[in-house]
């Protein structure tokens, strides 16, 4: 029964890791995007 506690566990701390890691992973693609737009503004800005 204790067993099973700890896979469980081990599974809920696992599924929130990857959770987490997937945000973050879209928060940094949304930035690197956000930073491409702000180049391409200035440059058109420019024009």
């Not at 992973?25 to 800005?45: A, D, V």
Request: no cysteine.
């Amino acid at each position: 029964m204790v067993l099973l506690f700890l896979v469980l566990i081990f599974a809920g701390i696992f599924g929130i890791y990857d959770a987490i890691r997937k945000v973050n992973n879209n928060i940094l693609e949304q930035t690197e995007e956000l930073r491409k737009i702000s180049e391409q503004l200035k440059e058109n800005s420019k024009k």
